[in-house]
């Protein structure tokens, strides 16, 4: 079904238009954009506000949605915040999950992000006992991600060790295929959909032993798939990576044939300067995670230094501390402000690159993230007229969204030329918080 949408401002990268009209085609992708339309045509669908690109949220473990606000009490250290996620872990079923992700997935987007990276590798009943069918809880994520109208690459995640080479732990078993080998012959079975993309992901350098890096990383090759990595997001990993190998994560993923332009490393937070020079030279992108690296108070990352080196940045809202992809963009300013004490380290337009067209190219959505010809028909408007956003001029549209925007000044969302959120409020989820409430009050109390 062909639709004509109006935008009353537009970020054509890179510069703010008023009055666009896009065309979308049966297809779903942008068939014509149009400039200097000053009144909506006739029939078209008026989107008022400031209309970016879709958002592309590059790292989501959907699950730990349920940990927010229960791991904020007391203190401790990413290690005692796992006890908690591995409580929750324990309790879900492929029916709990598709529940919990389809709120999770409506959450995201209310927040205007219309693609997910989905790293997952929670795939078998407790104790490792396979589901009938393996991929039961991959496909619940997946079918999650439809009934919420966004696009998901599922990043299926290989997970083998409690810790370079030791067996899981009781809580990893229903994480772990036994071997690589098992692990790509079990995801060779999942089916790319419309609306979805299957991706690998080594879950981190202790969580997978050295000789089987490599499997992992031909089966993505092979089908030209998107592969993501923990890298680097803890100290005492990178210390326990030169006890056993000799050399840093980094540098034992390059020897394994794992780094590359299809890529990503999610944190990359305590790296050597030849773990930056290796990852950019070879192309390696970084997904930050800004609002999950300082919750869990894992560090600040050297994103400048990377992007640089030649790694492209991407964001993730990981663990949904909370969901907002726009925090996640002014974050990793803001953060390398207080480390540097300098500010401008990247335009307001670099940090929505970043969470737009260089996130969908992170997770395999290269037709993705711009709004042009030929695109895919994925939009997200933001309100100029908020309590946060009244007063704004509008050729500075993009520095008002980034520095100032929340995920709840977004108005409309468009995934496929199909609109799925109108004025704040989810087209096919009505009753989004209550549906999270539910889905969450049953892990806390089964």
Not at 422 to 428: I, P, T
């Amino acid at each position: 079904m062909q639709v004509t949408y109006w935008l009353e401002h537009a970020w054509l990268d890179p510069d703010v238009e008023p009055g666009v009209a896009v065309e979308v085609g049966d297809d779903g992708r942008i068939a014509a954009v149009r400039k200097g339309v000053e009144a909506p045509p006739p029939g078209a669908v008026v989107l008022r506000g400031f209309t970016i690109p879709g958002l592309a949220n590059a790292h989501s473990h959907a699950f730990h949605r349920a940990l927010r606000s229960t791991v904020q009490v007391g203190s401790g250290t990413f290690w005692t915040w796992r006890e908690t996620m591995y409580q929750v872990a324990s309790r879900l079923t492929p029916d709990s999950y598709h529940a919990l992700a389809r709120a999770v997935y409506a959450e995201m987007a209310l927040a205007g992000i219309t693609a997910v990276g989905e790293f997952h590798y929670l795939h078998h009943a407790p104790g490792g006992t396979p589901y009938d069918d393996p991929n039961a809880m991959g496909e619940a994520l997946i079918a999650a991600a439809a009934e919420a109208g966004i696009r998901i690459t599922l990043l299926d995640t290989a997970y083998l060790s409690s810790g370079f080479g030791a067996a899981p732990n009781h809580h990893q078993t229903r994480f772990s295929d036994g071997t690589a080998e098992a692990w790509a012959h079990r995801c060779s079975a999942l089916k790319e959909r419309d609306h979805a993309k299957i991706g690998a992901a080594i879950h981190s350098v202790r969580a997978v032993p050295a000789r089987e890096l490599g499997t992992v990383a031909r089966w993505a090759e092979e089908r030209r798939a998107p592969l993501h990595v923990h890298l680097s997001e803890q100290t005492a990993e990178n210390d326990a990576c030169l006890d056993a190998y000799g050399m840093t994560p980094t540098r034992l993923l390059s020897e394994h044939g794992v780094l590359g332009p299809r890529t990503t490393g999610v944190h990359n937070t305590h790296l050597t300067d030849d773990d930056i020079a290796l990852l950019g030279a070879t192309g390696t992108g970084t997904c930050m995670c800004p609002t999950t690296e300082r919750d869990l108070a894992d560090g600040i990352g050297p994103a400048l230094a990377l992007q640089r080196a030649g790694s492209p940045l991407s964001l993730g809202s990981d663990s949904h501390a909370v969901i907002d992809l726009l925090e996640e963009a002014r974050a990793m300013e803001l953060d390398e402000r207080l480390r540097t004490r300098t500010r401008g380290h990247w335009t307001a337009a670099a940090l929505l690159r970043a969470a737009t067209v260089d996130g969908h190219a992170a997770i395999g959505w290269d037709g993705a993230g711009r709004i042009e010809p030929g695109a895919l028909a994925d939009l997200a408007t933001v309100a100029l007229d908020s309590v946060r956003t009244a007063g704004a001029v509008a050729r500075l549209a993009v520095e008002t969204v980034v520095f100032a925007a929340g995920a709840g000044d977004v108005r409309h969302v468009v995934v496929g030329g199909r609109q799925i959120v109108r004025d704040g409020a989810h087209v096919l989820l009505p009753d989004v918080p209550a549906s999270l409430a539910s889905a969450i009050a049953s892990l806390h109390h089964p």
